[in-house]
């Protein structure tokens, strides 16, 4: 079995199902970025948990995220331009988004189909 049982109940699905509750759509979204619960998973893309790396620093957290799909980078730009704004992001470009003191910029490796998208969250310095 995948989840953990307590007392008869499976916990496997339990925060895809709070996701759901309290964020509809969240799991259209495929979830969240493991640096941040705050940045979605566009679907299509699969998140490279190796990649992942979070520090925190005075001046605020610094952290990097990868994910690969069979998608397109006009795709990724349309997703995002779309659902970021709706969690509170303000588009500062095609691919850069500010929120409270934080700055997120993603950008592209490889070609469209087989592509892989490097998220960065770092402290806006403004």
Do not use: C, H
Not at 22 to 34: D, E, K, N, T
Not at 36 to 51: F, I, K, R, Y
């Amino acid at each position: 079995m995948d989840g953990v049982v307590i007392g008869g109940l499976a916990l496997a699905g339990i925060r895809a199902s709070l996701s759901d509750a309290l964020i509809p759509g969240a799991r259209a979204a495929a979830g969240f970025l493991s640096i941040s619960e705050d940045v979605p998973l566009m679907p299509g893309l699969a998140e490279n948990a190796d990649a992942a790396a979070v520090f925190d620093k005075p001046s605020g957290r610094i952290a990097n995220a990868e994910a690969k799909g069979a998608v397109t980078a006009a795709a990724v730009r349309q997703f995002y331009s779309t659902t970021l704004p709706q969690l509170g992001w303000q588009a500062l470009g095609a691919e850069q988004y500010r929120r409270e003191r934080e700055r997120l910029r993603f950008s592209f490796a490889g070609r469209d189909g087989a592509l892989t998208v490097r998220f960065e969250l770092l402290p806006d310095q403004q």
